[in-house]
């Protein structure tokens, strides 16, 4: 894939953030600093308060990714188009609607979370809560 990887998180701190529309990982000042690689229309770079509309602290589970295109992981949880980089598994919150608008208006699809994320997230890593009851 010829695509420039996306910035590695600095950090795996609390400051970690998400993507709400292609869960891509980074800290919240790499996000303020160089915006979304996946997502540039969201001009996040130089934005507080855009970086926290399109970001989220709340997600489960961190996946790196090489080559998207070529990793099974990848193509399974829909990032097989993005850059090299971290994605989250699952995020709980969708994008502000003002947001999803702007998707729209770019010709960009944004799939909103599932209900139930971490079922997604149990069925990934191959196992269920009721398994543990």
């Known amino acids: 894939m010829g695509s420039a990887p996306a910035q590695i998180p600095t950090s795996f701190g609390h400051e970690l953030r998400a993507c709400l529309r292609c869960r891509l ?3 919240y000042d790499q996000f303020r600093e160089s915006g979304c690689e996946n997502c ?3 001009k996040m770079d130089g934005d507080n308060e855009r970086v926290v ?3 989220t602290p709340n997600f489960n589970g961190m996946i790196s990714v090489m080559d998207p295109s070529r990793s099974w992981a990848a193509l399974w949880l829909r990032v097989g188009r ?3 980089g971290c ?3 699952a995020v709980s919150e969708a994008l502000p609607e003002d947001m999803q608008a702007l998707c729209e208006e770019v010709h960009v699809q944004y799939v909103p979370p ?3 994320s971490n079922n997604e997230l149990h069925q990934f890593v191959g196992f269920h809560q009721k ?3």
Do not use: S
């Open 131 to 133: 398994d543990f009851a």
């Open 40 to 42: 540039p229309f969201f």
């Open 25 to 27: 990982v980074k800290t």
């Open 53 to 55: 509309d399109c970001t």
């Open 82 to 84: 993005f850059v090299p």
């Open 87 to 89: 994605y989250t598994l």
């Open 114 to 116: 599932k209900r139930d």
